[in-house]
């Protein structure tokens, strides 16, 4: 190990090194609390000022880090926050937790990178080590990251030290935080590798060093596709089932009794989420870089992009079973959140669908406990629309209620009761009944039994 980098180690190994995270968000404030906790002063660095002035009043805005914890840590000394990057001058490490979305065009969006990176290297000096967490291309640490900080003259490896360490927050996981979720870690030397892995080994359990910075990009990418891939195929199942007349809920719960082997999934409305539906198209992006035609990831992208279109098809033929169409009938679209019981609307396939309801001339409605507005740039129905409650008494008066998100809190009993055809997306409903049309199984009408249907 060099001198600088042994230097660097034994700071860091007394905790006298000057920590800083840039980007405090549900990946970055996580992670300087921990650094806080594992004993050294950690400093956030964001360009929003109100998230800068909720950490020095000692208020949490992520729900994963509780205010006693961020008041406990500020009071003492070991974590703070600025919209001043010129404090890099002081810090002996940085973790970049900046947002890496995509572009309409489905392109990689670098530019929260890039410009974290050339704010941090105007400060940039001998014996820092700047660790990259967001998830990228394979490539990027070496390609976009290193370029941009040796530029100042300093070498990566010698006089600064550089590594890619994916972030792996699932917001709300009751189980897994930051501090025990395996921690995979690339560096773009030897002396990068073990200072990046002695950094994150003080605040977290479990260290997975890894052979380079493009491995450690790639892992994230394949957990994620993984992901994309397996909902696609899942979705796929459901609209086979669905032309085949077969339950694919029964089918993937008698499937996932297989105690080796298999990884249950299941179909839905689409992909939200600002990891899944993203992700994958950043590992694509790249491989046609090389020349690689990545059609597993283009085909899941395909099938999980296409589900809002069949959902509402769905209700057009759950309405059409009333002599009803589309056009004219009021619909409630029941969840807009990613998934069940967050807030969280980004990529929501609900929008789409929506969208399309919209675009066919429904008059359409939303009830959502956790969202209680859609503005009007998140929709193509061109304006703010705001949540109604979905209360007993409430539900006769829309013509198809379709269940995009299955928040635990809805009152299904009254769904079910008052609404003329329900559309279920998410298997929410688990009893049959006449009126109940679910995605990726057979229609009331074909359940062999002696339903009537009005
Ligand atoms: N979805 C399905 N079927 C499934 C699972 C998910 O349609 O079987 C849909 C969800 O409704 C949602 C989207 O896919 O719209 C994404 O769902 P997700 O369960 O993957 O949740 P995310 O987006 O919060 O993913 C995060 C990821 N965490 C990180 O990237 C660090 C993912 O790797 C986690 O596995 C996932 O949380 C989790 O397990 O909760």
Redesign the pocket.
């Known amino acids: 190990m060099s001198l600088v980098a042994a230097a660097l180690l034994e700071k860091i190994q007394s905790r006298r090194a000057r920590t800083g995270v840039v980007g405090l968000g549900y990946v970055g404030l996580p992670l300087a609390v921990e650094l806080g906790r594992a004993g050294f002063h950690a400093t956030g660095i964001d360009l929003d000022e109100r998230k800068v002035a909720a950490i020095t009043a000692g208020r949490s805005y992520i729900p994963d880090v509780p205010t006693a914890d961020l008041v406990s840590l500020t009071r003492a000394g070991r974590l703070d926050a600025t919209t001043d990057f010129s404090i890099v001058r002081e810090l002996d490490t940085i973790n970049i937790c900046v947002p890496t979305p995509l572009r309409k065009t489905k392109d990689p969006d670098m530019s929260y990178i890039v410009s974290a990176v050339e704010a941090i290297a105007k400060y940039l000096h001998e014996g820092m080590l700047i660790a990259l967490e967001s998830?990228t291309y394979p490539g990027t640490t070496e390609e976009v990251v290193q370029p941009l900080l040796e530029a100042t003259g300093l070498k990566a490896g010698r006089d600064f030290f550089l590594a890619f360490s994916p972030?792996?927050?699932?917001?709300g996981?009751p189980t897994f935080q930051t501090h025990n979720v395996p921690k995979v870690v690339g560096g773009l030397t030897p002396d990068c590798a073990k200072l990046a892995a002695a950094l994150y080994g003080t605040a977290i359990e479990t260290i997975v060093p890894v052979s380079s910075t493009r491995v450690a990009e790639m892992v994230?990418l394949l957990?994620?596709t993984f992901?994309?891939v397996?909902?696609g195929l899942?979705?796929e199942l459901a609209l086979m089932c669905d032309k085949m007349k077969i339950d694919v809920w029964e089918v993937v719960d008698a499937a996932k009794t297989k105690p080796f082997g298999f990884m249950?999934?299941?179909?839905?409305?689409?992909?939200?989420?600002?990891?899944?539906?993203i992700?994958p198209f950043y590992l694509s992006w790249k491989a046609k870089q090389t020349g690689f035609d990545p059609r597993f990831i283009e085909l899941a992208g395909h099938i999980?992009g296409g589900m809002p279109h069949y959902v509402v098809e769905k209700a057009a033929d759950a309405l059409n079973t009333r002599r009803k169409s589309i056009n004219g009938s009021r619909i409630l679209v029941a969840g807009v959140a990613?998934?069940?019981d967050i807030d969280?609307m980004r990529?929501?396939?609900a929008l789409d669908v929506m969208g399309l309801l919209h675009a066919k001339g429904a008059s359409v409605a939303y009830a959502d406990p956790f969202v209680p507005v859609v503005h009007a740039r998140e929709w193509s129905g061109g304006h703010d629309i705001r949540a109604v409650d979905l209360t007993r008494g409430s539900i006769g008066q829309y013509d198809c209620v379709i269940i995009v998100?299955d928040h635990k809190s809805f009152d299904y009993d009254a769904i079910v009761a008052e609404a003329d055809v329900v559309v279920d997306t998410r298997n929410a409903i688990k009893q049959r009944h006449p009126n109940v049309f679910r995605l990726g199984a057979p229609g009331p009408e074909s359940q062999g039994s002696n339903i009537a249907i009005a």
């Open positions: 998830t972030e792996r927050v699932d917001p996981n994230k957990e994620n992901r994309a397996n909902i899942v979705n249950a999934f299941y179909p839905g409305p689409g992909l939200g989420g600002h990891c899944i539906p992700d999980n990613y998934k069940r969280d990529e929501s396939p998100t």
